[in-house]
């Protein structure tokens, strides 16, 4: 996989930590919350893998890593799935942990390493990631950790993470990278917005500013997605990856659909086989 990696991983989860306070708005920046067509194919796709499980197995167990403040658990809850929640957030595990309180098919986990070893000994049948794998530094090996506790005939979902850039396209490189630069110095903090894109644009990104390491999958070139579908290959009946373009823009979400660009990807993983 040609990516680039930071070499403190430790940085990387405290910053998630220290990114991610009491009073964080998850929806500001987030196309696939802002958006109502992306919404809804996710949780549409969400709650078909769980209906499905269902009436194969009787059962739904859900892992969602990175839930957030449970945008996307409440739809996988209200399908029928027993959902646990990993956070590496403790603001927002501890909000999770009083939004779920008195649903006993909700467990909230606090996870600050990001490891899932908290999880280790349990087995489910759909493992999901919203937004979640530009963020962790080595997300195929994260990846394979997931997918161990997958049981036969089960699921892996993932939606909302940038595809590799060496791949795109001029157009659809140029046109993310000029809807990311409009919105950021439309946001008011100029002066923030400016030096951030210049960093950015330059990959010198700052691993003490959480606004930086929160993205810092630029560094990296975003994500590798032929490099994880082979891997799901290996244990997955099918593998479904799924290009997509993702702008906070209302106007350059319109745009890039009318023009047919990608800049995001989704992947789908069915029929869990196990060796």
Not at 6 to 24: R, S, T, V, W, Y
Not at 74 to 99: F, K, N, P, W, Y
Not at 215 to 222: A, K, P, S, T, W
Request: charged share 20%; with cysteine.
């Amino acid at each position: 996989m040609a990516a680039k990696s930071l070499k403190d991983d430790a940085a990387i989860e405290n910053l998630q930590d220290i990114g991610h306070p009491d009073d964080h708005d998850y929806v500001v920046g987030s196309p696939h919350l802002i958006h109502r067509q992306l919404n809804e194919w996710m949780v549409n796709t969400i709650r078909a893998e769980v209906i499905d499980i269902l009436e194969t197995k009787g059962r739904a167990r859900v892992l969602e890593i990175g839930a957030g403040h449970g945008t996307f658990t409440d739809h996988a809850l209200a399908a029928g799935a027993e959902v646990t929640l990993t956070e590496m957030s403790r603001a927002s595990a501890g909000l999770l942990q009083r939004r779920y309180a008195h649903n006993p098919a909700a467990r909230v986990i606090f996870d600050p390493a990001g490891n899932s070893d908290l999880i280790a000994a349990q087995r489910f049948d759909l493992v999901l990631c919203i937004s979640v794998l530009h963020h962790i530094p080595d997300y195929l090996d994260a990846i394979g950790k997931w997918v161990s506790l997958i049981d036969a005939g089960g699921s892996f979902v993932s939606f909302q993470d940038p595809l590799w850039y060496p791949r795109q396209s001029r157009l659809n490189l140029a046109a993310d990278r000029g809807a990311y630069y409009l919105w950021r110095l439309g946001r008011g903090d100029r002066i923030a917005g400016i030096k951030s894109i210049v960093r950015r644009k330059l990959g010198h990104m700052d691993t003490r500013n959480p606004r930086d390491m929160v993205e810092y999958h630029v560094l990296r070139q975003g994500c590798d997605e032929q490099a994880i579908a082979q891997q799901l290959s290996t244990s997955f009946a099918t593998v479904d990856v799924l290009p997509y373009w993702s702008a906070v823009s209302r106007v350059a979400q319109r745009a890039g659909n009318a023009l047919g660009l990608t800049s995001t990807f989704g992947v789908v993983a069915q029929g869990r086989r196990l060796s």
